[in-house]
């Protein structure tokens, strides 16, 4: 790669980190060109040369927020421990969203409304994924390596759970009487929902020497400041479409 290939992806870097970062708290019609342009450090029209709108930010958003959840299925192989595999899958995704609560509370709004932006990459591009993941699960069931389960269901299953400590993170901490996760309750979430995922496949949940998951830091404010920030991002993020 020369200098000016790792310049380019430099920027357009930047400018996706910024763009997470304003979707996330601001909501797609919330967030502005200018105000992504000023949290990158780069002059506005950078964006409209890399990628030509708001919109078309927000769609490469979704995309890279999608394929970064699901690099953690990557242990899915047909030649892989089941029990190992599926332990760190759901390890993997839980850590991903729990470090980038902001990246999960995008997507779900996207979902919620109606998936205006990522209708087509689902189809074009996470259904195959989909399909060849959910291969590797009926595999294992074909050959008597884990209970017979629905590996389409299964995967959305492990999506459902990991991610409800991010997108219902205000509710999940009131409820447990916390400011903040601390290290001793992701861990012990995470050893949960592991066993929770094994014990459904027919598994015996795995033991781990050390359940400390490295790179998880406490996040959000619980309690009212939290469900009012999280309600700002709903009222802004309404109604789609406000163009920049």
Same mark, same amino acid.
């Given at each position: ?39 990158? @450090? ?20 979704? *995309? ?49 409304? @109606? ?5 087509? *990459? ?28 629905? #590996? ?11 991610? *409800?400590?991010?997108? /219902? ?26 066993? /929770? ?16 998951? #490295? @790179? ?22 309404? *109604? ?5």
């Amino acid at each position: 790669m020369n200098r000016q290939q790792t310049n380019r992806r430099e920027k357009k870097g930047r400018i996706l980190r910024a763009a997470r970062a304003a979707f996330g708290v601001q909501g797609f019609q919330g967030a502005t060109l200018q105000g992504i342009a000023r949290r990158a @450090g780069l002059p506005k029209p950078n964006i409209v040369y890399y990628f030509g709108s708001k919109e078309r930010l927000y769609e490469a958003v979704l *995309h890279d927020i999608i394929h970064d959840w699901n690099d953690a299925f990557d242990h899915l192989q047909p030649d892989a421990d089941p029990a190992m595999a599926l332990d760190r899958v759901v390890r993997a995704k839980f850590e991903r969203v729990i470090n980038d609560p902001r990246s999960s509370r995008i997507f779900a709004m996207e979902i919620l409304n @109606g998936a205006p932006y990522t209708q087509r *990459h689902l189809r074009e591009a996470i259904r195959p994924w989909l399909a060849d993941k959910s291969a590797v699960i009926a595999g294992w069931v074909n050959d008597g390596r884990i209970a017979a389960i629905d #590996p389409i269901q299964l995967i959305f299953m492990i999506w459902a759970v990991t991610q *409800h400590y991010a997108d /219902f993170g205000a509710q999940v901490l009131v409820l447990m009487d916390r400011s903040a996760y601390t290290e001793t309750d992701l861990a012990h979430i995470a050893d949960a929902l592991s066993a /929770f995922v094994l014990r459904s496949c027919g598994l015996e949940p795995l033991t781990h020497a050390d359940h400390a998951l #490295p @790179g998880l830091a406490a996040f959000g404010p619980a309690g009212e400041d939290a469900l009012e920030q999280n309600d700002r991002v709903v009222d802004q993020d309404a *109604h789609h479409g406000q163009r920049d």
